[in-house]
T-cell receptor, first 112, second 115 residues
Framework: DGGITQSPKYLFRKEGQNVTLSCEQN?????MYWYRQDPGQGLRLIYY???????QKGDIAEGYSVSREKKESFPLTVTSAQKNPTAFYLC???????????FGPGTRLTVT | QQQVKQSPQSLIVQKGGISIINCAYE??????FPWYQQFPGKGPALLIA?????SEKKEGRFTISFNKSAKQFSLHIMDSQPGDSATYFC??????????????FGKGTLLTVNP
């Protein structure tokens, strides 16, 4: 099956710990994105990458970091500097120059 | 500054009725306007999209109406069904010289279709 996988579906961490969320795609897409979703806030762009070894900050990048070492993988690290890390995190991908973004199933992160 | 404003926040419709969700944008450079559907605990999925060179696009029971002069676009769901109950997001993006597009999302509308 082609698509985007995010793991795990639920993740629990203690405050002060860094945590890495996984995103893998087998759609051969060049571009990948990370969004954060909070109730009533829509989707907000954290980071995006248009090509391997390159990425740009989105609207709310503070407290997050990413890497893009492989075309199919775009992991997101939520650092201890992120003030309110508890949220639903969504990964997406798109063809080069394409409009349509395909989303993964999401990871719900809870930090206590 | 919110670039895409979506209303209403929530909507309750009877089965068979018409659901209408509205969005307004500010940036006249936007040239792609998609609607996404999201079920609880799932990722959003593209429902239908339109470009500003047409005023309406229909796919099955779903129609986008686009008013370029008013900078508004709306989603109409005809013959709404309980299975349509979900959160709907409008979005907008602009051509970045051939580079991949960044989508700006509205805050979403929770649609409930009562049987």
């Amino acid at each position: 099956d082609g698509g985007i996988t995010q793991s795990p579906k639920y993740l629990f961490r203690k405050e002060g710990q860094n945590v890495t969320l996984s995103c893998e795609q087998n759609l051969n897409h060049d571009a990948m994105y990370w969004y954060r979703q909070d109730p009533g806030q829509g989707l907000r762009l954290i980071y995006y990458s248009q090509i391997v070894n390159d990425f740009q900050k989105g609207d709310i990048a503070e407290g997050y970091s990413v890497s893009r070492e492989k075309k199919e993988s775009f992991p997101l690290t939520v650092t201890s500097a992120q003030k309110n890390p508890t949220a639903f995190y969504l990964c997406a991908s798109a063809n080069r120059g394409g409009n349509e973004q395909y989303f993964g199933p999401g990871t719900r992160l809870t930090v206590t | 500054q919110q670039q895409v404003k979506q209303s209403p926040q929530s909507l309750i419709v009877q089965k068979g009725g018409i659901s209408i969700i509205n969005c307004a944008y500010e940036n006249t450079a936007f040239d792609y306007f998609p609607w996404y559907q999201q079920f609880p605990g799932k990722g959003p999925a593209l429902l239908i999209a339109i470009r500003p060179d047409v005023s309406e696009k229909k796919e099955g029971r779903f129609t986008i109406s686009f008013n370029k002069s008013a900078k508004q676009f709306s989603l109409h769901i005809m013959d709404s069904q309980p299975g349509d109950s979900a959160t709907y997001f409008c979005a907008a993006s602009k051509n970045s010289g051939g580079s991949n597009y960044k989508l700006t999302f509205g805050k979403g509308t929770l649609l409930t279709v009562n049987p």
